[in-house]
């Protein structure tokens, strides 16, 4: 059985990212998330915000968001951002995020709802069948089992 698929990339902790103890202010950790999330749409969807938001008129805003910061990432530090998606639906999907330290450590980890919406009516729409195709190449069906076993839980 093949390990399912992530988007990765990285990132280096850079002087603007951090506190005055050298470590991420953790809104940056908000915004390199973003960042990933813009990077994933754009090389591994093949639908880049400047299209989705121009000639698509969609957006894909955050629905909801929860973040477990674990350890902290220091100026300098080249972060590994992956990327999976334990839900999928025709409008909306729930991604886990996880960002990594150099030895593979983790630093903090992220779960996200984005919805597919028409930004001229500001309401949901479907994502475009050739997204949501290349969406599902990176649905972690573990991760998805988790998710469903503690929602049915709570």
Same mark, same amino acid.
């Given at each position: 059985?093949?390990?399912?698929?992530?988007?990765?990339? +990285?990132? *280096?902790?850079?002087?603007?990212?951090?506190?005055?103890? #050298?470590? @991420?202010?953790?809104?940056?950790?908000?915004?390199?998330?973003?960042?990933? @999330?813009?990077?994933?749409?754009?090389?591994?969807?093949?639908?880049?915000?400047?299209?989705?938001? #121009?000639?698509?008129?969609?957006?894909?805003? +955050?629905?909801?968001?929860?973040?477990?910061? @674990?350890?902290?990432?220091?100026?300098?530090?080249?972060?590994?951002?992956?990327?999976?998606?334990?839900?999928?639906?025709?409008?909306?999907? +729930?991604?886990?995020?996880?960002?990594? #330290?150099?030895?593979?450590?983790? *630093?903090?980890?992220? #779960?996200? *709802?984005?919805?597919?919406?028409? +930004?001229?009516?500001?309401?949901?729409?479907?994502?475009?069948?050739?997204?949501?195709?290349?969406?599902?190449?990176? @649905?972690?069906?573990?991760?998805?089992?988790?998710?469903?076993?503690?929602?049915?839980?709570?």
């Amino acid at each position: 059985m093949t390990a399912p698929a992530s988007f990765r990339n +990285t990132v *280096r902790v850079r002087f603007k990212d951090c506190d005055a103890a #050298g470590i @991420v202010f953790f809104p940056r950790y908000v915004e390199m998330l973003n960042d990933l @999330v813009e990077d994933w749409f754009r090389e591994a969807l093949d639908w880049p915000f400047e299209r989705m938001h #121009g000639a698509d008129r969609a957006g894909v805003p +955050t629905a909801d968001l929860q973040c477990r910061f @674990v350890a902290p990432s220091r100026m300098g530090e080249v972060l590994t951002r992956e990327l999976a998606v334990t839900r999928l639906g025709s409008s909306s999907c +729930t991604l886990r995020v996880r960002f990594l #330290g150099p030895q593979a450590d983790l *630093r903090v980890e992220f #779960g996200q *709802r984005l919805v597919c919406v028409d +930004t001229q009516r500001i309401a949901p729409r479907p994502f475009p069948a050739p997204v949501r195709e290349a969406m599902a190449r990176f @649905v972690d069906e573990a991760a998805a089992a988790a998710s469903a076993s503690v929602r049915s839980h709570s």
